[in-house]
């Protein structure tokens, strides 16, 4: 088996793009990933197999560690597991959202770090100059600081740091690659994680919540907007500097141009819509718990109505042990009819 190691960053090349043409210095930078490091280390990960024997033995420890602004990771440890807090606010943030989510896998989800096999937890802050943008890049995460007036640190959203995690997550079990409807349940998953995170750790419910992704590290230029929003999928963002929120809520306005891996961040709203409303009828936990059933049975190239089938079917499994309500997989079909799923 080849694992799809997603390259993922947090904010989408379309928004990039847009920030670029509105003249936004280092968006272009942001947006190239040859800004990105590949991994380049002499032990390139080729298969599952190479990639699992060499992942160091874990304890589900935090590593942070502070690029100090170069455009490289791991470059000074800044806090371990353990460590009181520093005096660096960036540092303290990853660390402590880190575990928040850590915490909500194992106490909600019971898995045992990102790869249900303890793996640390390795997390690099002041990455680059201005760097818009924070990534997941197969084994370790990454946080721009921002440039201070359209984005703050990437770090400060517990959301971002949620989202981007799951794609661990996601690697290590569905191994969606990173394209096309595949691509969009592997943003979505993220979405799913880092906003239901999100709500356990600040005692929110589906009713409370705002639903938004990204809200907190948007910067003074674009105060009151978010990258995402899964409650009204399409209404995140309006401004002249981004551009309009592309993301539709039925499939009925489902995106086919090739932008965004053939919109990877674009079409994902048409499931946070379903997502949203199921959680809406059973709870944002309860939810979590049957689309994380799932992704433990979905396979790499999966499609949305591949999905809708699993996520229904592991509603039903659930709900004869006993672990979910037993009218779950009526309510999750009719979340999924309300967005035009299946096809
Ligand atoms: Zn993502």
Redesign the pocket.
Known sequence: MNIHR?H???I?PHVQENLARAGVEGAAVSAQVSRIPRKNRANRVKDAEEFMSLAPVGTSSREVYDSQNEWRQRVKMAREEGDSTTDDKDANNAYDYAGMVRDYYKEVLKRNSIDNANMNLILNVHYGENFNNA??DGDEMTFGDGDGRKFVSLSRSLDVVG??L??GVTQWEANLIYEGQCGAL??HF??VFGSAITQYAEGQTAETADWLIGDEIMGPELRGEALRSMKDPGSAYNNRIMGKDPQPAHMRDYYTGSADNHG??INSGILNKAFYLAAMEVGTDMAALIWYAALQKLWPTANFNDAVLIISESARLLAIDGKAPADSPQKIRAAFKEVGLPT
């Open positions: 997603c993922c960053a947090f989408p990534f997941w989202h981007e799951a794609h592997n943003e993220s979405d990877v961040h």
